[in-house]
């Protein structure tokens, strides 16, 4: 399996080795802030810790978006608070398929942070129990808190000048109907930036929630010089950079202002149909 996943029965192995990766729970609800917190206590992967996508993937919501990425000096604490750092490895899910919101806490830890061992359980927690795994109950205690100060990287990023300039490749990861303005149930505005092409983040997955072979991958995902990913705030899109990954494919850099930012400036254009 590419090293940017795990299967479930390899993450039991590696939990019940001497070194076991720290397991981050990223399971969210859009709409609802308290849903991942409460999902994770009601039952989850053992010795995992809730990683919330509102309070600690995510700045407050405003003018560059309804998810911004956290302040730098925010997140580093919150990888602190967790104990983390470069010397152990980390493994992310939730039960999405990695689109709410596993994919954005590994593009987050692996390549915003740097993190060099970050991995997706693929198939999330259904993927866990069909393999017989536990699902305790309540809160985990924290671990000790690291020391951890990331040098953040800024080169996996794009803004909506890059996006509006036009010369690189835009892959929308919303569903078709919302790329097409047919529905927009999230923003004020419906349609996609012109030029863009739609990858639907749940295309990535099979039947059973598990990212598609690499090579049905690679021959899908859209083709293009410089590709920018983005989506209605930044979240599913890491879906579709976590599925170049998948395909061995050079990454797409992330819009993290997404269509929720891009719309509050009435002078960028605004694009409906195919």
């Not at 397991?23 to 709409?31: E, F, T």
């Not at 689109?99 to 693929?122: E, F, I, K, S």
């Not at 259904?126 to 809160?139: E, N, V, Y």
């Not at 209605?232 to 992330?254: E, Q």
Request: with cysteine; net charge negative; proline share 10%.
């Amino acid at each position: 399996m590419n090293e940017v996943l795990i299967e479930a029965a390899a993450l039991r192995r590696e939990l019940d080795g001497e070194a076991p990766p720290r397991v981050l729970d990223c399971r969210a609800r859009l709409g609802d802030p308290d849903a991942g917190d409460r999902l994770w206590r009601e039952g989850h992967v053992p010795g995992s810790h809730h990683l919330d996508l509102d309070r600690d993937l995510a700045g407050p919501p405003g003018e560059g978006g309804r998810h911004p990425l956290p302040e730098p000096a925010a997140f580093a604490a919150t990888l602190r608070r967790l104990g983390l750092d470069p010397a152990r490895p980390v493994v992310v899910y939730d039960d999405m398929g990695g689109q709410l919101a596993a994919a954005r806490a590994w593009w987050m830890l692996a390549r915003w942070a740097g993190h060099p061992d970050v991995r997706v359980l693929d198939g999330g927690l259904r993927a866990w129990q069909d393999a017989g795994g536990a699902l305790p109950l309540g809160r985990e205690p924290l671990p000790a808190a690291s020391d951890w100060r990331p040098a953040f990287r800024g080169e996996d990023l794009a803004d909506a000048r890059e996006v509006f300039s036009g010369r690189a490749l835009k892959v929308d990861a919303r569903a078709r109907a919302r790329f097409r303005g047919e529905s927009e149930p999230v923003d004020p505005v419906a349609g996609h930036i012109p030029g863009a092409v739609c990858r639907p983040s749940a295309d990535n997955l099979d039947a059973h929630g598990r990212f598609k072979a690499p090579e049905r991958l690679d021959a899908e995902l859209p083709h293009g010089e410089s590709p920018i990913a983005y989506c209605g705030s930044g979240v599913t899109a890491c879906h579709d950079i976590l599925a170049y990954a998948v395909a061995g494919r050079p990454l797409p850099r992330l819009y993290p202002g997404s269509w929720s930012e891009w719309i509050r400036d009435p002078a960028r254009p605004v694009a409906t149909g195919d």
